[in-house]
């Protein structure tokens, strides 16, 4: 486990930039924190480095959204769900990477999949993201 602290915002877009290139298809990676803890931030940083200059928001009321980025993405958000049961996101993890705010939901489903699984926390107050399974 790796854990950095990340002064601001630039710096939040910079770690995603860095952290994006060591994923690829078939990896999921779980985004977890409070709200405004800076989740969307961090993606925001890696969806730059892949070259995708539209709007990245969090996806809270659609659940997720696909970028046709190299690798595709979906990023999804389970704030408001608690099983994710009918929403079909498993039908992208064999092809996609994966960028999931507020995982919970999924919890029970990953342990059944094959896909590499990433966590990356963020701590409560502070600016202190975690992360496991991937080496910066
Ligand atoms: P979340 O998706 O976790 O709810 P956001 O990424 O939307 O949070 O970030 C919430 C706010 O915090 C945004 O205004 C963002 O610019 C800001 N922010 C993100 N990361 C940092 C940071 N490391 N330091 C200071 N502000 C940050
Ligand atoms: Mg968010």
Known sequence: MTEITVENESKMLELGARLVRAFSVGDIVLVSGELGAGKTT?????????GWMDAVRSPTYNLFAVYDTN????????????????????D???????LVEWPNALRDL??????KRIDIEFD?????????NISL
């Open 124 to 132: 409560g107050d502070g600016r202190r993201v975690q992360l496991s």
């Open 110 to 115: 990953i342990d059944f999949l094959s896909a």
């Open 71 to 90: 690798p595709p993405v979906l990023h999804a958000d389970f704030y408001r769900i608690t099983n994710t049961q009918g929403t079909g996101v498993e």
């Open 42 to 50: 961090l993606i925001r940083g890696m969806m730059h480095e892949l």
């Open 92 to 98: 992208y993890f064999d092809t996609h990477l994966c």
